[in-house]
RNA sequence: GCGGGGGGCCGGACGGCCGCCUGCGGGGGGAAACCCUUGCGGGAGGAAAGUCCGGACUCCACAAAGCGACGGUGCCGGGUAACGCCCGGGCGGGGUAACCCGACGGACAGCGCCACAGAGAACAGACCGCCUUCGCGACAUUGCUCUGCAAUGGACGGGGGUCAGGGUGAAACGGUGGGGUAAGAGCCCACCGGGGGGGCGGCAACGUUCCCCGCAUGGCAAGCCCCACCGGGAGCAAUGCCAAAUAGGGACCCCGCGCCUUCGGGCAUCGGUGCUUUGCCGAAGGGGUCCGGGUUGGCAGCUGGAGGCCGCGAAGCGAUUCGCGGUCCAGAGGAAUGGUCGUCGAACCGGAGCGAUCCGGGGAACAGAAUCCGGCUUACAGGCUCCCCGCACAU
RNA sequence: GGUCCCGUAGCUCAACUGGAUAGAGCAAUCCCCUCCUAAGGGAUAGGUUGCAGGUUCGACUCCUGCCGGGAUCA
């Protein structure tokens, strides 16, 4: 509980994690910043709202493969964002993270982890620091 | 031992740590909504798939009879909630056999089609050939009474008989053998095949037997069609409720509503199911109330059901049914089963060995519930188990 | 998740009631024309008719099962 009341600020404290479900916040999420990351692809986008929790969602296409394809590919992104967004995620965005046809299944879990990481300092290297200094 | 056939079952296992979905409960905060924390339980398949059939369920439509249209099924009997499924039987085909396969009603109800080739293709036909006859009688042979005559054969042309043979074709109007004939032909006979009728067995499909008929009447119905049987339409994104938002449409109520009226009703017009008949309902103008197109969110439907699974008993050849006991086993809604580590591990690869096997590597097929059941079909690494058939060897 | 539709040359379309060589335009290749290119003319090649079975003498066409693509419904 004190924690909640103290992270809001903070990047690197750990976040609650929310996965989105409707579709206009992928619709949203569409519009905002996409990051290739090895494996899969990342968008962010900050959600310009009060609420410091971190919206996560996983997407993955019939390109993808057929539906155990599909599955397992999520599952791999969700374990990957549930071990490093609560880290590196900043409070008050959403992010997608966006499977890809081999590459998500077959990849090195270790692997995945840092193109997760890669992206997302990539995001907010260059973002944050425009939009939050001024 | 080798090869083959049929049925049933499994389809990676165990454990540690960190997570996900969901049911029930405890504790704390809060007025409540809700939030935080914690305990116990459950959490993908034989196909969950394709969406090909059949249902349950929900909404819409629905007066009855007759006719018609459309779609489906198609040997017979049984099982089932139902089926195009399953079981048993029949018939046909394949296999030495175990066993397997079959859209398997009707082509004398009708219509249509059968290209090319071929003489002829649907109550067919005469090309070659065979036989016969006629005409001119070339020509050949033989005989004689020898410039010739006669007999026989016969090129060529015409008429007739014939479908055995050749050839064409997917298919040529029963097949084989014999008799018969000018040559042939069910022309006649035997056997096979076919048709009709009777008897017997069987619920039936059908089988069997006797008698009669020499027996002209293809193939296609997954072409139209006929016969028998079945079927109202849509689908959980169905459907119901709540909230936000509001047009040109819709629903309900009141008055009025073609003519006559004894106020019960009668007669008209128009519209309403594919058609007809009978019947029923609605409509004509004005006012009021409510809903509403598109978009978006929440709740219900939502998992207890012709239930599944396990065990026992009974009926039946069997599908299956009946009885008893036990048990409950996913319920999401951008959609839950994952990550990682350890032990064991099939296929496969390399090496050693005559071999059983051993050592090292390797690391698990097809595939993910979306309202729920019964089937079918399709995909599938590998393994377990039971029964049966053939061959070889031994006893 | 449900329902419906469509697959023919590289592309866009034909092919009768099932009847034999699956045809046309554009594109492609080669040649001619031109100083060269385009246009034009001539010739050529290109097809397991999405796949696999079945019915039939014969299948692009009829039937069944798969595969791929598209549309639509709250």
Redesign the pocket.
Known sequence: ?DDAISTPEGVSSPA?LR??????Q?LALNRGLRVPAGAFLLQARDRCDDDPVIGV???CSRKVG???AR??A???L??AA?LVLPDLGQAGWDYALIGRAEATAAR??EALLDDLRKALTKVHGSVRTKGRKT
């Open positions: 509980m609650s996965v989105l479900q409707k579709r206009r992928f969602g996983f997407t057929n539906a155990v599955n397992r999520k599952r791999r969700r374990e549930r090195e879990f």
